[in-house]
């Protein structure tokens, strides 16, 4: 059974920083691209970041570019988003995503919290 189990949300004021990361189990981990995701209240999931399998080409929506950073660790199963100089339109639940490279199957984490509030 594939587990995505996202962490590190929170609170933090404008311009701080803060490291999500996403466990994934029950799959072979090399074989999946990962993304992250966001929504906000009100709002349609919007895409911010993607690494391929190894050698990890990354990718970035424009909104982020610059700020966040997506990195993945193969032999921990991790798929970590640094995110540096936030913003109060940060704010929105965050969701780790994996895709099966050949088939396209998808899974999804439950999402975690991030609030970007003085």
């Known amino acids: 059974q594939v587990q995505l189990v996202e962490s590190g949300g929170g609170l933090v004021q404008p311009g701080g920083s803060l490291r999500l990361s996403c466990a994934a189990s029950?799959?072979?981990?090399?074989?999946?691209?990962m993304r992250w995701y966001r929504q906000a209240p009100g709002k349609e999931r919007e895409f911010l970041a993607a690494i391929s399998g190894p050698p990890g080409f990354t990718t970035y929506a424009g909104s982020v570019k610059g700020r966040f950073t997506i990195s993945r660790d193969n032999a921990k199963t991790v798929v970590s988003l640094q995110m540096n100089l936030l913003k109060p339109e940060d704010t929105a639940m965050y969701y780790c995503?994996?895709?099966?490279?050949?088939?396209?199957?998808?899974?999804w984490g439950q999402g975690t919290q991030v609030t970007v509030s003085s």
């Open positions: 995503n994996a895709q099966h490279l050949s088939s396209g199957d998808q899974y």
């Open positions: 029950g799959l072979t981990f090399s074989n999946y691209a």
